[in-house]
């Protein structure tokens, strides 16, 4: 009987250190960073074509994640943006400039993007959740 209570408690002690653990991760994982872009499209057709399908291929090698673009902005406060808008989640810091500085999006921006659009990026560090 000894021995039953002695697994049982052993098993109540395993689970709070295990559940302590997986608090403490918690605690430490870092927020989500938004990547927000706004796009001055100066032939829409082209960069469509050329830019846009490759981008979006860069962004998720990379591990970001689209998830909203368009020129269908709804102005709730403010001047609307009369660009379209692109939003990105990206897992970290450090995964965003990652992307940014690799070789695959530097040479597609110099060559194709610059050449049908200006854009206006910038981030913002989400809430953990």
């Not at 291929?57 to 009369?82: F, H, M, S, Y």
């Not at 040479?107 to 959740?129: H, I, N, S, W």
Request: proline share 3%.
């Amino acid at each position: 009987m000894k021995r039953y209570i002695t697994l049982g408690l052993a098993a109540i002690a395993s689970a709070v250190l295990g559940a302590a653990a997986v608090q403490t991760l918690h605690a430490q994982a870092k927020p989500p960073i938004y990547q927000i872009t706004e796009i001055d499209v100066s032939n829409l057709d082209a960069y469509m074509k050329e830019y846009a399908p490759k981008a979006q291929a860069i962004v998720r090698a990379n591990g970001g994640r689209n998830l909203a673009a368009g020129e269908n902005v709804t102005r709730v406060e403010g001047d609307a943006p009369k660009r379209r808008v692109a939003l990105t989640v990206w897992d970290s810091m450090e995964k965003f400039q990652a992307y940014r500085n690799s070789a695959e999006f530097k040479e597609l921006r110099a060559t194709v993007g610059d050449k049908y659009a200006k854009f206006r990026t910038f981030t913002v560090e989400g809430v953990a959740q």
